[in-house]
């Protein structure tokens, strides 16, 4: 589908049907965010729902019960497939596990088996990285690719939100970070995660694909989302 360029960036996703795996999580906070930029947000929970969509959104909640409900409702194989040919997709906390190719820590069943994801990136994640729910925590980020929002005075910093959130331990060729958690500042930092010294990736992109570690779906913040709808126009 061809879809004409946006000249506003808070309505850039007008004309855009944009699908939420609603399976479980926070699927609608994002179909909200989605439906925010103009776009028409579908909640996806059977593979004939993913006809005609421009882009999909894999939320964030528990990414083993997501993988597991994914193929109960056979819609595992149908994401791998669109995702290996290039469909647009942004992946939060969850969504970024279930993006990913390679899971450092993979949670398995009762059998024994590893779980499963839809992948696309090359790269490594570890689940609930930060901690548990209780140190979850909140941060400023600055974040690339958001110049679209450049009022005159600068890019505002991206304030996110992490629970049990994972972060990327590897990345692949043509994968690029665009945000990283630096190592806690008592002084300024919300949370007590011991980092070890080093910045923590918490936000990628490879071509069509977009992940985050963090939830912009709940604190309002547009501008993630906004810069998937302009991967989706080919503006970004």
Same mark, same amino acid.
């Given at each position: 589908?061809?879809? +004409?360029?946006?000249?506003?960036?808070? !309505? =850039?996703? /007008?004309?855009?049907?944009?699908?939420?795996?609603?399976?479980?999580?926070?699927?609608?906070?994002?179909?909200?965010?989605?439906?925010?930029?103009?776009? /028409?947000?579908?909640?996806? !929970?059977?593979?004939?729902?993913?006809? $005609?969509?421009? $882009?999909?959104?894999?939320?964030?909640?528990?990414?083993? /019960?997501?993988?597991?409900?994914?193929?109960?409702?056979?819609?595992?194989?149908?994401? !791998?497939?669109?995702?290996?040919?290039?469909?647009?997709?942004?992946?939060?906390?969850?969504?970024?596990?279930?993006?990913?190719?390679?899971? =450092?820590?993979?949670?398995?069943?009762?059998?024994?088996? +590893?779980?499963?994801?839809?992948?696309?990136?090359?790269?490594?994640?570890?689940?609930? =990285?930060?901690?548990?729910?209780? #140190?979850?925590?909140? /941060?400023?980020?600055?974040?690339?690719?958001?110049?679209?929002?450049?009022? $005159?005075? $600068?890019?505002?910093?991206?304030?996110?939100?992490?629970?049990?959130?994972?972060?990327?331990?590897?990345?692949?060729?043509?994968?690029?970070?665009?945000?990283?958690?630096? +190592?806690?500042? +008592?002084?300024?930092?919300?949370?007590? *995660?011991?980092?070890?010294?080093? *910045?923590?990736?918490? *936000?990628?992109?490879?071509?069509?694909?977009?992940?985050?570690?963090?939830?912009?779906?709940?604190?309002? #913040?547009?501008?993630?989302?906004?810069?998937?709808?302009?991967?989706?126009?080919?503006? *970004?």
């Amino acid at each position: 589908m061809t879809n +004409p360029p946006s000249t506003d960036y808070s !309505r =850039a996703g /007008t004309g855009l049907r944009i699908g939420v795996l609603a399976l479980q999580g926070d699927f609608r906070e994002h179909l909200r965010a989605a439906e925010a930029t103009g776009a /028409t947000a579908i909640g996806i !929970r059977r593979p004939s729902e993913l006809d $005609g969509i421009d $882009g999909l959104i894999i939320p964030g909640g528990e990414s083993t /019960t997501i993988d597991k409900l994914a193929r109960a409702f056979e819609l595992a194989d149908p994401l !791998r497939k669109l995702i290996a040919d290039g469909l647009p997709v942004y992946g939060s906390c969850a969504g970024m596990i279930l993006l990913a190719d390679e899971i =450092a820590d993979p949670a398995t069943d009762l059998a024994g088996n +590893p779980q499963q994801t839809f992948g696309g990136l090359d790269i490594t994640v570890r689940r609930n =990285a930060f901690g548990r729910q209780r #140190e979850s925590f909140e /941060t400023d980020l600055e974040f690339k690719g958001l110049g679209f929002s450049d009022t $005159g005075s $600068g890019v505002a910093p991206v304030h996110a939100v992490f629970i049990r959130g994972p972060w990327v331990e590897r990345v692949g060729d043509g994968v690029e970070v665009l945000a990283q958690v630096e +190592p806690a500042d +008592p002084e300024h930092a919300s949370h007590t *995660a011991a980092l070890q010294g080093t *910045a923590r990736i918490v *936000a990628v992109r490879s071509g069509q694909l977009l992940a985050t570690s963090f939830h912009p779906e709940v604190t309002g #913040e547009k501008r993630v989302h906004e810069l998937f709808i302009r991967m989706i126009r080919g503006e *970004a």
